[in-house]
Antibody, heavy 121, light 111 residues
Framework: QVHLVESGGGLVKPGGSLRLSCAAS????????MTWVRQAPGKGLEWVSY????????NDADSVKGRFTISRDNARNSLYLQMSSLRAEDTAVYYC??????????????WGQGTLVTVSS | QLVLTQSPSASASLGASVKLTCTLS???????IAWHQQQPEKGPRFLMR???????TKGDGIPDRFSGSSSGSERYLTISSLQSEDEGDYYC?????????FGGGTKLTVL
C-alpha cells in the first residue's frame, strides 16, 4: 500500500537551514505530483509547496517563497524540502502528501505521518 | 481569490448524524474538493473527493458512514452513526492555478 515517511525535522536556530525528506513506496512515484503541507502548533493545515511528476515545475506559498525549495529524486522515490532563512513562524509539523489527478483537479489522497521542525534560539 | 470557508466547530451526539459545510468563494462553485480528517495527535487522512455534482470517491477503508454532497458553492460532509473516533478536525481542500488551498478546518466534538 501507499506509504510516505518524512524525516529530517529537528531544532534549528532562526536564520538556519534544514532539509526534510519524504520516502515514498507502494506506488509509481514518478507518475505523481507531490506536495508539502505544514501545521503550526494548534493551527490548521497550510499548503507549502508542490512539484510536478518529472520535477520540471514547482510552486510555493508566498509565506515561504524564496526561502524554501522543493525537489524530488524519482530514482530514489524521494521528495525533499530544503528550508533556509528559517523563522520562528516556520515552526510546524511538516507533512508530505501525494497528489491524485482526476477530472481536471489535483487533490491530496495520501499523507505521511509528519516531521516536527522547531525554530528557536 | 480562491478561498474555502468552514465553520470553526460542530458537535453532535454519539450515534447521531452531523453535516459539515465547506463553502467555495465566489466564481469557484464548479470546483471539486477533498475532505480530510485529522484525529487528535495524528496526521491527516484523505476521506473523499467531492465533485460539484455531488458525486464522490472515497479513500481506502473509509466507512460507508461518511458521505458527501454538493449544492451550488457548498460542499458537505455527512457523518452518520457518529462514533467516538470521529472526533477531530475536518479540512476541505481544493486546487487553483499552481496553488493548493485548505479551509480553516472544523473541530468536531462527539458528545
Amino acid at each position: 500500500q501507499v506509504h510516505l515517511v518524512e524525516s529530517g525535522g529537528g531544532l534549528v536556530k532562526p536564520g538556519g537551514s534544514l532539509r526534510l525528506s519524504c520516502a515514498a513506496s507502494g506506488f509509481t512515484f514518478h507518475d505523481y505530483y507531490m506536495t508539502w503541507v505544514r501545521q503550526a502548533p494548534g493551527k490548521g493545515l497550510e499548503w507549502v509547496s508542490y512539484i510536478t511528476s518529472a520535477g520540471t515545475f514547482t510552486n510555493d506559498a508566498d509565506s515561504v517563497k524564496g526561502r524554501f525549495t522543493i525537489s524530488r529524486d524519482n530514482a530514489r522515490n524521494s521528495l525533499y524540502l530544503q528550508m533556509s532563512s528559517l523563522r520562528a513562524e516556520d515552526t510546524a509539523v511538516y507533512y508530505c502528501a501525494r497528489e491524485s489527478f482526476s477530472r481536471g483537479t489535483y487533490l491530496l489522497d495520501y499523507w505521511g505521518q509528519g516531521t516536527l521542525v522547531t525554530v528557536s534560539s | 481569490q480562491l478561498v474555502l470557508t468552514q465553520s470553526p466547530s460542530a458537535s453532535a451526539s454519539l450515534g447521531a448524524s452531523v453535516k459539515l459545510t465547506c463553502t467555495l468563494s465566489s466564481g469557484h462553485s464548479s470546483y471539486a474538493i477533498a475532505w480530510h480528517q485529522q484525529q487528535p495527535e495524528k496526521g491527516p487522512r484523505f476521506l473523499m473527493r467531492l465533485n460539484s455534482d455531488g458525486s464522490h470517491t472515497k479513500g481506502d477503508g473509509i466507512p460507508d458512514r461518511f458521505s458527501g454532497s454538493s449544492s451550488g458553492s457548498e460542499r458537505y460532509l455527512t457523518i452518520s452513526s457518529l462514533q467516538s473516533e470521529d472526533e477531530g478536525d475536518y479540512y476541505c481542500q481544493t486546487w487553483g492555478t499552481a496553488i493548493r488551498v485548505f479551509g480553516g478546518g472544523t473541530k468536531l466534538t462527539v458528545l
